[in-house]
């Protein structure tokens, strides 16, 4: 502390002395006293007094809570230092202790509030604030419920102190319920089925649960079953709430023998005084009763039966007690039919299968009465067993049932409707019997003087056995009988493992059976359909034949014959023919094949039984000769040998030849369609022999087809003897031909080929047709495609022959046969634009293009002014002139002039062309231009491959090219011309040589197509 004038002072902290550890004249040293509290520091030195101006806070400590754990209301004593009077006490949460008592500023005693919970203490002084270094448990207790009664489901409120927010559980009877804690002071918590009446306790998360108030918890009854019973029946009754002090009381408070319980079901036995009414559960928080009452039932009770014996359907009285209309009646067991009932009596009869032993009554829900006595039932047997159910003629058989002995005057057995002669009644429900000699698979029956009863669920197996069988060798085939028991009518038969081929039953003691194919030598075996297999012990001896080897060969073949019981006397048969027997073995012998062999099985006989194989034994066939040597398809060939059979098979070369006759030393065959040169060969089922030499096959041409074609068409030529070197003409004219068979040949139409015969060469010679073929002409083209009455015309095509002729859109033509290839002709007068066609033998054909004809224009000279000018187009129509002259002006597609002296207009076809008359310059010559328009104004070809160019004149001697129109009205292109006295003029009007690309030029005789010195250019 900090000053002046300090030195020898004293200090004391508000009030207390306080030790000073040093000092000097400006600064003092003290330690807090223990008891010390907040306050000034006074100093005090000779000098006199002085206070600090403020407060010296001591903050509190604190040292123990004492005691530690306690209950609302417990005095606590706090322990430290740095108390004051202002020093306040809080419990865990800030549940606030009051009275707070000051008792030194080291001690403070205090009060444990109603809200204490387990926790920290606090304290607060004017100095500051401490807690305690442990917990103070604060101990609940229980002190009221606001009810304290109450069924499952009661929800309740529990008052009390110290409730802990970590409480765990809430108990009634230490059955935990549901809880929710509201405060340190309250629970709400509610009653479940497990709930019994007790004390209610709470947990105390840090110490053992309090107990606090006593609740009586109410039983319920949800149900009971069964609902009704008679004495001795467990009840279980169901609900909740049920105590370990639970009581169960039937009606008028007959209680019960628990038999178990828990707090929802408990299960009491109905004593013997129950009576029909409520139930009660009684524990310690009260009693409940069920809603509807439980039934009791009395026992009914039997005093007698009468008669006590009777057989199967008999009635039967039986006196007593307490039987109702649920009663039931049992005979030892088996349920009986009751006719009537009455409290005292039941009117029942013996049912089937009863068997002796005591009466029983049974109601619903009384129970049973016991047994009364015992009823002895007499009347028909049953069979219920029986043991073995399976053996041999001789086995002892068991038989267990009913009513063999008592009353009965007769019992026989019987196996399979065969009677036993060997049976002994041992009681009243066993007999003992032995299975018949003649007894077979089925059921057993018992018969008394009362009926007759089956065992139903299964047959007696009566086992086969094999006493003997004859014969002990034989073929395949052969029948044998077998003498023993126990056969069935599916019995079967093995010969050392094969299946018999044939079994007949004569009965259980007697089977025949056929060796089978592919039996061999051992035991035989008997199968029953349930009696199993038996196999004898002495083996069946079978003499056959398994194989042969080869099956076909000529005369001296050696065959191997396989077998079996073959022995050194065994003799041989092929065909029925005798064959040396050459070596044998049990099971082979050697055969060597005779001359006279024919086809057929091989037999072997052993002791006088004979085996054949399954196999046929076929001799080869020979071929000695044929005649003739040689032929054609159809002829008939005859051929000779030896061991030819009814199935004989011809071929020649390969190809199957048709069989007239067959006999085993010739054959006469047909040559077929398709035959060549070469071997004969006949096949039998003993194989295929050839002949020695070939057999020659003369060609033959029977037809073709079709009779006529064009070129390229393939001509199908039929007949015999054809080979692949085979060659074809049409009329001379070599063709393409393909080899399709010896009986056909095919062949290309040539294009140079005529109408005529047809002609196949062969090595044997060449052949012709009897009919001609017609070779059908072809047009392919014509040059040029168009031209004027005159020109020449070349037809190019196929198939043209001496006869063949052109026409221009049918109007014949001089025609010149260039070749089979080619045809020209000019074109004739009167033809017009159109087809072109060519007619020879074998037809006519048609261009496929129309040829174009050009017409012929001309001009005569002239002599002076009104003299006619001609003017000629040559297109096929009779009139085929105009004739126009004028001196006056004259447009283009307009009518002539009516002044004009005099014409005339003769069309060709319409819309092909039209004359008009032009009109020269002024001084010069009179003249005329005729212009051809063609349709569509396409340019024309020439025969030279050049095009010609129409033109106009315009005026005397100038020519023009012009598409149209001229005057306004002609269109299309058009051909001029000019006329002259004297010479020709090209167009353009120079006189001379033409140079154009006509090629026209003047000279005598002119050149085809060109006009004539003295006539108008083209």
Not at 184 to 205: C, F, H, K, Y
């Amino acid at each position: 502390m900090n000053g002046a004038n300090l030195d020898n002072a004293t200090v004391a902290l508000n009030g207390v002395s306080a030790t000073v550890t040093s000092t000097g004249a400006g600064q003092i040293s003290f330690a807090v006293p223990a008891v010390a509290t907040t306050g000034p520091i006074a100093v005090t030195t000779s000098g006199g007094t002085v206070a600090s101006g403020t407060n010296f806070l001591v903050l509190p400590q604190l040292a123990s809570v004492s005691p530690g754990v306690g209950l609302a209301g417990d005095n606590v004593t706090i322990t430290g230092s740095g108390f004051d009077n202002t020093s306040t006490v809080s419990f865990h949460n800030g549940a606030p202790a009051f009275p707070v008592t000051v008792v030194s500023p080291s001690e403070l005693r205090v009060t444990v509030p109603d809200n204490a919970v387990t926790g920290k203490v606090t304290v607060v002084t004017s100095g500051g604030t401490v807690r305690s270094a442990g917990n103070f448990h604060a101990v609940p207790a229980i002190l009221s419920t606001n009810r304290n009664t109450g069924p499952t489901g009661t929800s309740f409120g529990i008052n009390g102190t110290g409730f802990d927010p970590a409480i765990r559980f809430v108990k009634v009877d230490q059955v935990a319920i549901s809880f929710t804690r509201v405060s340190p002071t309250r629970i709400e918590a509610q009653l479940n089925s497990l709930a019994t009446t007790g004390g209610i306790s709470v947990d105390d998360p840090y110490g053992s649960p309090v107990v606090g108030e006593f609740f009586m918890v109410y039983p319920t009854i949800s149900g009971f079953s069964p609902t009704s019973g008679t004495e001795g029946y467990w009840i279980t009754i169901t609900g909740a709430n049920f105590d370990n002090d639970v009581q169960v009381r039937f009606f008028d408070n007959v209680a019960s023998v628990l038999v178990a319980k828990s707090a929802t079901s408990v299960k009491a036995i109905v004593p013997t005084t129950a009576q029909t009414g409520p139930i009660t559960v009684v524990t310690r928080g009260g009693s409940v009763a069920t809603g509807t009452p439980f039934t009791m039932y009395y026992h009914p009770t039997i005093s007698n039966v009468s008669p006590l014996s009777g057989a199967v359907g008999d009635n039967v009285t039986i006196t007593g007690t307490n039987f109702d209309n649920t009663v039931k009646v049992y005979f030892n067991g088996v349920l009986a039919p009751v006719t009537s009932v009455t409290s005292t009596s039941i009117l029942t009869s013996v049912p089937p299968s009863a068997t002796s032993g005591p009466v029983f009554a049974v109601t619903t829900g009384g129970g049973g009465s016991g047994n009364f006595s015992s009823f002895t039932v007499t009347g028909a047997p049953t069979v219920s067993s029986v043991s073995p159910t399976s053996g041999p003629v001789g086995t002892d058989v068991t038989i267990g049932g009913t009513h063999f002995q008592t009353g009965v005057t007769s019992l026989s057995v019987r196996f399979n409707g065969v009677l036993s002669d060997n049976v002994t009644v041992v009681s009243d429900n066993q007999v003992l019997a032995k299975v018949p000699a003649a007894a077979g698979t089925g059921p057993v029956a018992v018969s008394t003087n009362y009926g007759t009863a089956y065992y139903s669920p299964s047959n007696f197996v009566v086992t086969a056995s094999v006493a003997s069988f004859a014969p002990q060798i034989g073929t395949i085939n052969a029948p044998v009988t077998i003498d023993g028991s126990g056969f069935d009518p599916s019995t079967q038969v093995k010969f050392n493992g094969v299946p018999a081929s044939y079994v007949s039953v004569s009965g259980p003691q007697r089977v025949i059976a056929n060796v089978p194919p592919g039996a061999t030598s051992g035991p035989l075996s008997v199968v029953t359909s349930a009696g199993g297999t038996v196999t004898t012990a002495s083996p069946f001896h079978v003499v056959s034949i398994t194989g042969i080897s080869p099956t076909t060969g000529p005369s001296g073949t050696t065959v191997a014959v396989s077998g079996t019981w073959f022995d050194n006397a065994t003799t041989a048969r092929i065909g029925g023919v005798a064959a040396v027997v050459s070596a044998w073995t049990d099971n082979t012998l050697t055969v060597s094949v005779p001359a006279d062999a024919v086809a057929g099985k091989i037999q072997a006989t052993v002791q006088g039984l004979t085996a054949a194989s399954a196999a046929t034994f076929y001799v080869q066939p020979t071929i000695s000769g044929f005649a003739p040597p040689s032929g054609s398809a159809g002829d008939n060939v005859t051929i000779s040998g030896a061991n030819f059979d009814n199935g004989a098979i011809v071929t020649f070369n390969g190809a199957l030849a048709t069989v007239l006759s067959r006999a085993s030393g010739s054959i006469v065959a047909i040559v077929p369609p398709t035959a060549t040169t070469g071997r004969l060969f006949v096949t039998t089922a003993g194989g295929t022999v050839a002949s020695a030499s070939d057999f020659t096959i003369q060609s033959k041409m029977t037809g073709f087809t079709p009779a006529s074609a064009p070129r390229g068409a393939t001509v199908s030529i039929l007949g015999s003897g054809f080979s692949p070197s085979s060659q074809v003409s049409f009329n001379g004219t070599p063709a393409t031909a393909s080899f399709v068979s010896a009986a056909q040949l095919n062949a290309i139409v040539p294009d140079t080929a005529t109408t005529g015969k047809i002609s196949v060469t062969t090595p044997s010679g060449t052949l012709l047709s009897d009919n001609n073929f017609v070779a059908v002409p072809t047009v392919a083209g014509f040059t040029p495609f168009s031209g004027s009455v005159g020109a020449v015309v070349t037809v190019d095509g196929y198939n043209f022959d001496n006869t063949a002729s052109i026409s221009f859109n049918g109007i014949p033509a001089a025609t010149t046969r260039i070749s089979a290839l080619a045809l020209s002709a000019p074109v004739p007068f009167g033809a017009t634009t159109g087809k072109i066609s060519v007619t020879t033998l074998g037809g006519t054909a048609v261009s496929v293009a129309d040829f174009v004809v050009i017409p012929f224009l001309g001009t005569v000279p002239y002599g002076s002014d009104g003299n006619t000018v001609l003017l000629d187009h040559l297109d096929g129509s009779t009139a085929a002139s105009i004739l126009a002259f004028s001196q006056n002006g004259q447009s283009c597609g307009g009518a002539l002039p009516s002044t004009t002296p005099s014409y005339s207009y003769g069309a060709g076809p319409s819309g092909l062309n039209q004359a008009i008359t032009l009109y020269p310059p002024a001084g010069q010559p009179a003249g005329s231009a005729t212009y051809l328009k063609y349709p569509g104004g396409q340019l024309l070809s020439q025969p030279n491959g050049t095009i010609e160019f129409w033109t106009y004149l315009t005026s005397w001697g100038q020519g023009g090219v012009d598409q149209g129109p001229y005057y306004g009205s002609c269109a299309g292109w058009t051909f001029g011309f000019g006329i002259s006295s004297t010479g020709w003029r090209r167009p353009g009007g120079a006189p001379g040589r033409s140079s154009t690309s006509t090629g026209c030029r003047s000279e005598v005789p002119p050149i085809p197509g060109c006009p004539r010195p003295d006539t108008a250019a083209r």
